[in-house]
């Protein structure tokens, strides 16, 4: 069975620190890597990563993946008490047929706080 | 002006009953997918349609029955609720963005309290 596991499942911190979300899998198929930030509601896009080594950058956040090691990581400097969320890992697989129509597997989520 | 919207917002209901989440999406996208999300926040996804084809029926309880009746919906009806049927309900589309990369989409979910 594809399972991704995150760590930490929670974490706070004060306004200014710099926090690294981990994420591993197992998976059959991979296809790509996905990483989302959820706030009160619907799960919003960070980043999607396919290829190990390449640094995907957005503002204050990136993320990169090792398909070798099986696990990418989420990083995230000088926080702010905007970025408190959950932020979730998802690994998109292929079927059998080789193609995916989307399949994501989630892990359990980071819950970050940070205070001011 | 929303792309991906469910209702209702919140759904609150008594064991034993029969409940429909209703999503529509107005993005031109081919796939829809419903997700349940518990009360550790763990996402996990329920059904996938393509053009109105079941593609993906994970492992859930015969209960739950999605329909769409075009590519534009995707409802859920579920029978005989439980008390473990308590969740929040996402449901996501999928299409390719103009960064070339196929992303999905979430409603803002329904909340489901059975009591």
């Known amino acids: 069975e594809d399972k991704v596991v995150q760590s930490p499942l929670s974490l706070v911190v004060h306004e200014g620190d710099t926090v690294t979300l981990n994420c591993s899998y197992e998976?059959?198929?991979?296809?790509?890597l996905l990483w989302y930030k959820q706030e009160k509601k619907a799960p919003t896009f960070l980043f999607m990563l396919?290829?190990?080594?390449i640094e995907k950058k957005s503002g204050r956040l990136s993320s990169i993946l090792d398909k070798k090691e099986l696990f990418s990581i989420l990083n995230i400097t000088a926080t702010q008490t905007g970025d408190s969320a959950v932020y979730l890992c998802a690994v998109k697989v292929s079927n059998a047929g080789g193609t995916s129509y989307g399949k994501l597997t989630f892990g359990q989520g980071t819950i970050l706080t940070v205070h001011p | 002006d929303t792309a991906v919207s469910q209702t209702p917002k919140y759904l609150v209901t008594q064991m034993g009953n029969d409940k429909s989440i209703k999503c529509e999406q107005n993005?031109?996208?081919?796939?829809m997918y419903w997700y349940k999300q518990d009360s550790k926040k763990f996402l996990k996804i329920m059904f996938s349609y393509n053009n109105k084809e079941l593609i993906i029926n994970e492992t859930v309880p015969n209960r739950f029955s999605p329909k769409s009746p075009d590519k534009a919906h995707l409802n859920l009806h579920i029978n005989s609720l439980e008390l473990g049927d308590s969740a929040v309900y996402f449901c996501a589309s999928s299409g390719w963005t103009s960064g070339g990369y196929n992303e999905q989409f979430f409603g803002p979910g329904t909340r489901l309290t059975v009591l």
């Open positions: 396919t290829s190990s080594g």
């Open positions: 998976v059959t198929n991979f296809r790509s």
């Open positions: 993005l031109g996208h081919d796939t």
